[in-house]
């Protein structure tokens, strides 16, 4: 399988759900080579007009995030994967943080009207 890495500064990502174990058919969670167990977490993923959904996996701590939430997908990687005539790109990053926010930017002060 080959793997490449994301330039995520390229991209707007949110979360749409919180962090959940990864699990298998039977409900039994699921860990890296380490033995690190495994979180999901699902993203929407802009990049330029394209949208995309995914569920970008982490090993070791569950990640903070909540839904609606702006995030970091810290250390990106897609795997592709092809299996019994099936292929696709599995997700994973070392980390997923909240992006911090903005500092908010006061509007310009209005014109003045004009008589006419």
């Keep these: 399988?080959?793997?490449?890495p994301v330039n995520t500064a390229l991209v707007t990502a949110v979360a749409v759900?919180?962090?959940?174990?990864?699990t298998d058919m039977d409900g039994k969670?699921?860990?890296?080579?380490?033995?690190?167990?495994?979180?999901?977490?699902?993203v929407v993923v802009t990049y330029e007009e394209t949208v995309s959904?995914?569920?970008?996996?982490?090993?070791?701590?569950?990640?903070?995030v909540t839904v609606g939430a702006p995030v970091e997908l810290v250390g990106l990687v897609g795997l592709l994967w092809a299996m019994a005539g099936?292929?696709?790109?599995?997700?994973?990053?070392?980390?997923?943080?909240?992006?911090?926010?903005?500092?908010?930017?006061?509007?310009?002060?209005?014109?003045?009207?004009?008589?006419n």
Aim: proline share 15%; charged share 25%.
């Design 53 to 64: 959904l995914i569920k970008v996996k982490v090993a070791g701590k569950a990640p903070k």
């Design 17 to 22: 759900s919180e962090s959940v174990p990864d």
């Design 86 to 115: 099936r292929h696709g790109i599995a997700w994973s990053a070392q980390d997923i943080r909240i992006r911090p926010a903005a500092p908010n930017t006061p509007l310009p002060p209005a014109p003045a009207p004009t008589k």
């Design 29 to 42: 969670a699921k860990a890296n080579r380490d033995g690190e167990p495994l979180h999901v977490v699902q």
């Design 1 to 4: 399988m080959r793997s490449f």
